[in-house]
């Protein structure tokens, strides 16, 4: 099964991700996150992302292609896999579409992160995240135990470099430019499904869950379904 997650900066991507990876087993892909790795290791994929995160502009379709291509080869084992701010553009989709029928494989559903404008500043701006371990909080909906520590590794969160207003602004602007295309490539092919991620984490999860269970249960007997629903 592959599931992409679309939506604008702070719609809750990542958690979820994250949500799908420790419960379900998915092999989770998460752009983002990737490149902030590939920075710390300062490799020259890392020297290449820094630029452009900083800017809160896309990374060349090339690289990042390059980069779902080595993936894809190493969650090979998992059955699974979802996929986190990729494809940002339709480029990328076209491209991933390739990517995948190499694998034999399609996507079995595009989850749109639908939010309100107004909270994703604010959870932007209350988001810290752990540079040791990449453990996401929120300091209004979702706090560490000890004030500005991390829960798992006791290490001291940090802001994220590109969470600051004129870098969320640039990323914003390059969503609704190039991003918001890529649902509208997929609604014609009645792969996107809504949910309201404006509510809080737990139930964003439970309506995904239900969808991916119900998937399964569908891939295991065989029998297809190919309903759309909002959440
Ligand atoms: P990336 O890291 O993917 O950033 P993004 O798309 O801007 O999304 P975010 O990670 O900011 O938000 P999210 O939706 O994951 O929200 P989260 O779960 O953290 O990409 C960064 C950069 O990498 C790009 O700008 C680009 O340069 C490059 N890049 C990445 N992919 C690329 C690609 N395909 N091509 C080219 N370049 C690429 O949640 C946000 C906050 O809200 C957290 O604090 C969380 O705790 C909280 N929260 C989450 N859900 C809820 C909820 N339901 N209720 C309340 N709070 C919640
Ligand atoms: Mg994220």
Known sequence: MVIVLLG??????????ERLNDNLGFYKVSMGDLFREAIKK????????????????????????EMVRRELRKGKSRKNYVFDGFPR?????????????????????????????????????RRRICPRCGAVYNLETAPPIEQNTCD??????????????????SRFQVYTDETVPV????????????????????RVWQNVKEYIERKLHEHRTKKGGNEKQEY
């Open 8 to 17: 604008p900066p702070g719609s809750g991507k990542g958690t979820q991700a």
């Open 42 to 65: 300062e490799d020259s994929i890392g020297k290449e992302a820094k630029e452009q995160l900083a800017k809160g502009k896309l990374v060349q379709d090339a690289t990042v292609i």
């Open 89 to 125: 553009n339709i480029n990328q989709a076209i491209a991933f579409d390739s990517l995948l029928k190499e694998e034999n494989r399609e996507i079995d559903a595009v989850f749109y992160f639908n939010i309100p404008f107004e909270k994703l500043v604010n959870r932007l701006t």
């Open 152 to 169: 798992r590794c006791n290490t001291l969160l940090v802001r994220r470099e590109d969470d600051i207003e004129e870098v969320i602004k």
């Open 183 to 202: 649902k509208g490539y997929y609604q014609k092919r009645h792969l996107v499904i809504t949910v309201n991620s404006g509510t809080s984490e737990e």
